[in-house]
């Protein structure tokens, strides 16, 4: 199994409370994703990085903010969480980026169980 | 704009039925790669079967066979012989960039 944790891997927050969710691998792979999962929606893309401290948006990326300022360490944070930011967040990564002829697998984290009330 | 469907929401088979799963993809990029993911009941997301879009050739792996038909862009994911540890939810996917909605199989024993 590819080396991603996911941390917490639950957290029941009140709304306009921040949060950080932290995904850490150990497969030193360039590109780490966040992604976001509701019922209805499949995986939507938030942010990824291409490497250290570059970062995108993806599309969902409204309220939220990532950093990453080591290859390992991907950090997502909701600076006020919303009820609508309730979900299950699944962080990935993979040796190559997106589109075309990318083909390299993504390997996914457990997830985190967010709740915001 | 690139869109990815999945038309059956959900399936429902009998064990060792034979099961496709359907996905459209809609790009104006004529070569790239698809793949598939698995999420069982668990929820963790599993890597599948990769297929790209210039070889149009059937590809058999165990259970899995994959057929891409160019001229509908789709993606045709088969399991022969479904078990019920097959039951899932399956998402078709373009390389690192968004998903489909998946599609919830159920393989009843």
């Known amino acids: 199994d590819a080396g991603i944790t996911q941390s917490p891997r639950h957290k029941v927050t009140e709304t306009g409370t921040p949060v950080t969710l932290r995904c850490h691998q150990t497969?030193?792979?360039?590109?780490m994703y966040w992604y976001r999962q509701d019922p209805g929606h499949g995986l939507r893309l938030i942010h990824y990085s291409y490497g250290v401290k570059d970062t995108d948006k993806g599309e969902v990326s409204d309220g939220y903010s990532v950093s990453r300022s080591k290859t390992e360490d991907f950090l997502l944070t909701l600076e006020s969480a919303t009820s609508s930011q309730t979900s299950v967040y699944f962080c990935?990564?993979?040796?190559?980026?997106?589109?075309?002829?990318?083909?390299?697998?993504?390997?996914f984290g457990a997830g985190t169980r967010l709740s915001v009330l | 704009a690139q869109k990815v469907t999945q038309a059956q929401t959900e399936i429902s088979v009998v064990e060792k039925e034979d099961v496709t799963l359907d996905c459209v993809y809609e790009?104006?990029?004529?070569?790239?790669?698809l793949f598939w993911y698995k999420q069982p009941p668990s929820g963790e997301l599993v890597f599948l079967i990769r297929?790209?879009?210039?070889?149009?050739q059937n590809e058999i792996s165990g259970r899995y066979s994959w057929n891409f038909q160019k001229s509908t862009s789709s993606f045709n994911f088969t399991i022969t012989a479904s078990q019920v540890v097959d039951s899932a939810v399956y998402f078709c996917a373009p390389p690192n960039l968004f998903f489909g909605t998946g599609t919830r199989l159920t393989v009843i024993p």
């Open positions: 990935a990564i993979s040796d190559s980026g997106l589109g075309g002829l990318a083909k390299n697998i993504q390997y």
């Open positions: 297929r790209n879009s210039f070889d149009e």
């Open positions: 790009t104006r990029d004529t070569t790239y790669y």
């Open positions: 497969e030193n792979h360039r590109y």
